[in-house]
């Protein structure tokens, strides 16, 4: 296996191993616009998270709640395609050293080429992939062609995952196991006690865990890490760039507001 | 390499299966083994066909139209399949008949849809409102506006229909819409897909809930001609009218079957089939309308119920075999085979079911004497009364 895959294998083991919490933001490549996405690059990596995920915009994104909608159709009306997002990641590898995650419907790569996107993935940097459209009946071929090249398919599990099929997802998944938090779409309300969600996930899978979906301030992130290893965080930070005045005060919110998401898993850690 | 397996769920050779959130994979299961069962439940289908009878009022009439066949050239002999007779004017309520059913097996006590003319959304109102069910429709604004008699008529009935403002604001955002819906409530709602596309197990679901139209129109045929047709025509939206029509006479292969998909305007075209290239949308793989970087292209049809990029998977498949041919129909072509159809028989078709009339009238035309035209007329034209006076006044 390449380096890239490893690299996610072992930094998220690492963290959990040593009890580290995993902090993931979400920005949809090429949003707000190609300069301002750059400025959030460096907002993210001023705030200290080390691993990135990236959206790569689709039309028709069924498993998005109205906000990363938006910003998926912003960002595709502005002009972004599949190689421009390729380049994006690029430049969060390159320049702030992130590890990068792309997630992104199954369409766009299919029509991409398969094996064009692996390579291009790994020409970029790109560590890990999250495809909502590809469960694991279909997700086979696409695992293994990602796997030549070094990057990791990460596995959803949602709520109504039965524990069976939780351990046989965990099998096959690499990097990091990503939790739904709750039935819905992203950036929906916030999730309930996952306690014994999460310990369902343990007992099945050997994996961290990192939790995702309507992790929408720095008080749920907390609570969500004081059980999983990590926290994944979209919409609520799409919101604070929706909601800014100019790319530049979009940037600075985001610094600010994944430092205090920072804090608060941090001093949850230190409190338990 | 492609990536997608060619065995796996629900395939039709390559196409089908289940590209969906993880959240709807427990869900699908469950309905696949629900349906399973139904299906092989005596009780069940006694209760179906029961209600198709009575509720619905099938078997619909094979209608020979003389006016009509004169109006085409004189030549072929044209049957009409009557699914506009249907208890709310289309084959939709077919299909929610039969869903209805499962979502009670399950024990789901809410239904949502996606609809585009809305026909399927007043089915599944319809269903609801008879099994006592909440019920939630979604609907395109555009598609809200152009068919608004039938948004009254799901008001009427206790459902409630939900504007849909993103993307072209028609079926295809609708659909999406219902999906998000479904992934959020999946564990009280079922979904009631309206036509043969979405993940399996539904496109095969649908297809044998509407197999009663072949099935039904083969015997009438037989029965009223002495023979099998010799070409049977059917419009192709995602799919439903069609596949079900054409179960009655995949196996024979001295019929000639055509999809007809709209051919659209200046304005664009809702042709999957004939213009797409094989992707994912919506749960299948099957052919759909995109661009170059893989994003779904907006379709245009003046049939809200064909105005949808994608295709039910099972076409896709019976396009690659050649068993079917599918061919397009502009709006203009579908207007005018409506027009003479009010005129000459005095039946309003849907402007979906007009684009099946209008390639029936080509294959007519130069026909040789006694070729016997077979087209699944899927809906009446009540609900077009806006677009039609519009179309008019242009």
Known sequence: MSEAALRLDAFARERRDTGGKLLVPFLTAGYPDREGFSLLLEAVAASGCKVLEIGMPFSDPVADGPVIQAASQQALDRGVTMRRVLAMAAEARERHGLQVILMGYLNPVLKFGPEKFAAACTEAGVSGLIVPDLPHEESAPLRALMAERGVALIELLAPTTGTGRMASLGRSARGFLYLVSTTGVTGAGGPGDLTDTVARVRAACDQPVCVGFGISDPGTAARVCRLADGAVIGSALLRRVAEAADPTAAAAAVKEFLTEVRAAIAAQGESS | ?394
């Open chain 2, 1 to 394: 390499m492609s990536i997608i397996a060619r065995t796996g769920p629900g395939r039709f050779g390559v196409y089908g299966g289940q590209f969906v959130p993880e959240t709807l994979m427990p869900g699908l299961s469950e309905l696949e083994r629900v349906y399973d069962e139904a299906r092989s439940d005596p009780e069940f289908q006694v209760e179906f066909h029961a209600l198709l009878k009575d509720y619905s009022g099938r078997p619909t009439p094979l209608y020979r139209a003389r006016n009509i066949e004169r109006e085409y050239g004189g030549q072929a002999v044209i049957y009409l399949k009557r699914e506009d007779l249907n208890h709310t004017g289309a084959h939709k309520i077919n299909n929610c008949l039969g869903q209805v059913l499962l979502a009670r097996r399950m024990g789901k006590m809410r239904l949502v849809a996606e609809t585009g003319a809305g026909q399927h959304g007043v089915a599944t109102a319809t269903v609801a409102a008879w099994a006592g069910l909440e019920c939630t429709v979604y609907m395109g604004e555009v598609d809200m506006e152009r068919q608004a008699p039938n948004v009254a008529r799901m008001e009427m009935m206790g459902a409630k229909v939900v504007p849909v403002l993103s993307g072209a604001r028609t079926l295809k955002d609708a659909t999406s819409e219902a999906i998000r819906d479904w992934v959020t409530n999946v564990d009280t709602t079922h979904y009631i897909i309206g036509s043969v596309v979405g993940p399996h197990p539904y496109p095969t679901i649908v297809r044998d809930f509407q197999a009663v139209i072949g099935t039904e129109a083969r015997e009438q045929i037989l029965a009223a001609a002495g023979r099998l047709p010799d070409q049977v025509v059917a419009c192709v939206g995602g799919g439903s009218n069609a596949i079900g029509i054409f179960s009655g006479f995949l196996a024979d292969d001295g019929v000639e079957l055509f999809g007809v998909e709209a051919g659209g305007s200046n304005q664009g075209h809702a042709a999957a089939l004939c213009l797409g290239e094989p992707g994912v949308l919506h749960g299948s793989y099957s052919y759909l309308m995109q661009d170059d970087d893989g994003q779904v292209l907006p379709a245009h049809s003046i049939a809200a119920g064909l105005d949808y990029p994608g295709v039910g998977p099972e076409h896709s498949h019976l396009k690659d075999t050649g068993r079917v041919r599918y061919d397009t129909v502009t709006d203009a072509e579908a207007l005018a085979a409506c027009a003479d159809l009010a005129r000459r028989e005095g039946i309003i078709p849907a402007l979906e079911s007009s684009h099946a009339l209008a390639f029936a009238r080509k294959l007519a035309s130069g026909a040789p004497a006694g070729r016997i035209i077979l087209v699944n007329l899927s809906g009446r034209g009540d609900k077009d009364m806006s677009s039609l006076e519009g179309a008019a006044h242009e």
